[in-house]
């Protein structure tokens, strides 16, 4: 049986080493997901009442129960849109 000779370069090194072109579109690499973070709090009792509070009105509302988790991911969207100013005024008056 007759061996195929290992000299010579091979198709990657030749790939490493072609760049493209104008001609040509350079293909790109598949991007990885970001994987979520998971971040621990801890919560007061006062403050576990409070967003116990919070999801049984949002569940009053909605059609589909919404968990206290979904609750925390809107009440963050909706700092984002408040200003820094009332923001600091509610902590000041939470501690």
């Known amino acids: 049986m007759a061996k195929k000779p290992l000299t010579g370069q ?3 090194s030749e790939a490493v080493q072609r760049k493209p072109t104008e001609n040509t579109k350079e293909l790109s690499l598949v991007r990885q997901r ?15 009442m409070r967003l116990q509070k919070i999801t049984d009105a949002i569940n009053g509302e909605s059609e589909r129960p919404i968990s206290e988790t979904a609750v925390i991911k809107g009440l ?4 984002e849109k408040t200003t820094p100013e009332k ?7 939470v501690w």
């Open 34 to 48: 970001l994987k979520p973070k998971l971040k621990n709090f801890r919560l007061a009792p006062a403050d576990i």
């Open 76 to 79: 963050i969207a909706l700092g």
């Open 87 to 93: 923001l600091l005024r509610l902590i000041r008056e």
């Open 10 to 12: 091979s198709k990657l």
